[in-house]
């Protein structure tokens, strides 16, 4: 399968989520490349939109490949897998950490300009990415979500690899993506745009679902 670009993939993957319509879900982009898709599922599902901001750990050196996840609230996910076939050292490990934690940080306050997180207790969450490669992150934003106890929590992508799918089903309720090719290297080469998304397109687009009305609750 072949997405024309994030705004085309949002929108699929918004009719197979149509059976949530009803159960006034909250819609959680990654940032930033899953806002857009969010983006299109919050607008055709009348829902409301926010991020979730987790941080991929990248390998030093190699930083296309993680090692592992932070999120909001102090969540950390580490693929000892990874790890354990590394040359790098634990102190190499934790300053990449550190850069990560402080850009976690940075994002979340600009983009909700001061605004505290939705809550999402008692709700129907639905984290979504533009892709999954290894799981890592979306399984840190999962973790997150899950920390507030929400009533449902369901993570939705346009494409991943089968163990990733089978990775993100031990921490949601429900996954649902849309194609699931065994020969796997990167999610850019399954959209024919997958230009990189600006924090301000991010900014925008929560703008845009604002004034809307999609607004998460205590936000004015």
């Known amino acids: ?25 909250v819609v959680l982009g990654l940032p930033r490349g899953g806002v857009p898709v969010a983006f299109q599922v919050a607008r055709m599902l009348g ?26 609230g102090g969540v950390r996910v580490i693929n000892e897998d990874v790890v354990s076939h590394l040359w790098a050292g634990k102190q ?23 605004r505290p997180r939705t809550q999402l207790e008692g709700r129907t969450v639905i984290v979504v990415d533009d892709g ?22 369901l993570a939705a992508v346009p494409v991943a690899p ?32 997958f230009s990189q998304t600006s924090d301000e397109e991010v900014v925008s687009l929560l703008a845009q679902a604002r004034y809307t009305g999609h607004v998460p609750p205590g936000s004015d």
């Open 132 to 153: 999954v490669a290894t799981g890592a992150t979306a399984e840190a934003a999962c973790q997150v979500v899950r920390a507030q106890n929400p009533a449902r929590l």
């Open 1 to 25: 399968m072949l997405f024309a670009d994030r705004e085309d993939a949002g929108q699929q993957l918004a009719e197979a989520l149509r059976h949530l319509e009803r159960e006034n879900p």
């Open 47 to 72: 829902a409301q939109l926010d991020v979730i901001v987790v941080r991929k750990l990248g390998v030093p050196h190699h930083e296309e490949v993680a090692f592992g996840a932070i999120g909001e």
């Open 162 to 193: 089968p163990d990733a799918v089978a990775r993100l089903r031990q921490c949601a309720d429900e996954v649902v993506c849309l194609s699931t090719p065994r020969l796997f290297f990167a999610v850019g080469e399954w959209y024919r745009d």
């Open 92 to 114: 190499d490990l934790a300053a990449v950490e550190r850069v990560e934690a402080t850009e976690l940080v940075r994002r979340a306050q600009a983009y909700r300009a001061g």
